[in-house]
Nanobody
Framework: VQLQACGGGLVQAGGSLRLSCTAS????????MGWFRQAPGKEREFVAS????????YYADSVKGRFAISRDSGKNTVYLQMNSLKVEDTAVYYC????????????????WGQGTLVTVSS
């Protein structure tokens, strides 16, 4: 399983970014996908996840109403649209995957991408 995340960068508070994570080596339509983030000096935390069907999504309370997770099975890609970004959203964002499983804990996923850095300036 290979997960390649991209789309991070520097953005001002209130701005938007869209992260992408493209998977290879798996039957993408069978995998639950998730996004997590880790800020300097902090533990990795859940951001959002989506079931293999795309019908069920989960969000951390801190991002509800601002972030949206979606998937495109034709492109083997999961997206994280991030709007109204805040300084506290600054972190390395990781995508994760698990065959026929989706959850909100790091332990719910067994494959991880390399991370993409999002920096939100004030």
């Amino acid at each position: 399983v290979q997960l390649q995340a991209c789309g991070g960068g520097l953005v001002q508070a209130g701005g938007s970014l869209r992260l992408s994570c493209t998977a290879s080596g798996i039957t993408f339509s069978s995998y639950g996908m998730g996004w997590f983030r880790q800020a300097p000096g902090k533990e990795r935390e859940f951001v959002a996840s989506i079931s293999w069907s795309g019908l069920t999504t989960y969000y951390a309370d801190s991002v509800k109403g601002r972030f949206a997770i979606s998937r495109d099975s034709g492109k083997n890609t999961v997206y994280l649209q991030m709007n109204s970004l805040k300084v506290e959203d600054t972190a390395v964002y990781y995508c994760a995957a698990h065959d026929h499983r989706v959850g909100v804990e790091p332990g719910d996923f067994d494959s991880w991408g390399q991370g993409t850095l999002v920096t939100v300036s004030s």
